[in-house]
């Protein structure tokens, strides 16, 4: 799928600040720090659209972008930042929480994990929760130029083995790197697929 256009289309706190148009949504979570507004940019072509920072806890806010005219990206805060204070990570944790149960037009959540390491229980418990509430995601692996082909390879498989002791089936899985532009084509691809099916 070709990106003929985005734009910054909003960012909200609150379910009724979000866009007033609605239209198929399609939203990146993870811990914070693994790449999630990176990835937005890459897939836009626009290093600029999302804010990105080497200091986790960058992205506050949920932040909509309007794709093609047609459907949004949607740049979501970060689980489990610990240097948050309480009060700020419950903040965050609510706005993340709202989000989700509350987007009838979120197609599909891609939730991020950085290549180089396991999966940990905060995102264990994130995934549980999607799992509870129906919530259809997929995997990225965010920062696949920072290892090694095999050693990816075996993290991967030990993550599989992890999910495998409660999840039936697996989810999707998809690798990236914003630096080497890496799964862009897959990721839009996979976007693409499930927009055909509305
Ligand atoms: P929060 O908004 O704080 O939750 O973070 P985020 O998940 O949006 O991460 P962000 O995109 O801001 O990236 C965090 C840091 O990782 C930045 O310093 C990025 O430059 C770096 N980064 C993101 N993606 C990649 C990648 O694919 N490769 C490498 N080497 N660095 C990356
Ligand atoms: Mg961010």
Redesign the pocket.
């Given at each position: 799928m070709k990106i003929t256009s985005a734009t910054f289309a909003g960012s909200s706190t609150k379910a009724e600040q979000r866009p007033a148009r609605r239209l198929p949504e399609f939203a990146f979570i993870?811990r914070?720090?693994?790449?999630?507004?990176?990835?937005i940019n890459m897939l836009c072509n626009n290093a600029r659209l999302a804010m990105?920072?080497?200091t986790?806890?960058?992205?506050k806010v949920v932040n909509h972008f309007l794709i093609n005219d047609n459907w949004y990206l949607v740049?979501l805060?970060?689980y489990g930042?610990a240097k948050l204070d309480r009060k700020g990570r419950d903040e965050l944790r609510r706005l993340i929480d709202e989000y989700i149960c509350d987007s009838q037009d979120l197609m599909n959540l891609f939730v991020?994990i950085d290549s180089r390491h396991d999966i940990t229980k905060i995102d264990l418990d994130f995934i549980h929760q999607l799992g509870e509430r129906g919530i259809p995601f997929s995997i990225i692996y965010?920062?696949?130029?920072?290892v090694g082909v095999n050693v990816l390879k075996a993290t991967m498989e030990r993550n599989c083995r992890t999910l495998e002791e409660e999840w039936e089936e697996l989810p999707d899985m998809l690798v990236?790197?914003?630096?080497d532009r890496k799964g862009r084509e897959e990721i839009l691809a996979y976007i693409e697929k499930i927009l055909k099916t509305i």
């Open positions: 993870g914070s720090n693994v790449g999630k507004s990176s990835l990105t920072s080497s986790p806890g960058k992205t740049d805060p970060g930042y991020l965010t920062k696949a130029d920072k990236s790197s914003s630096q």
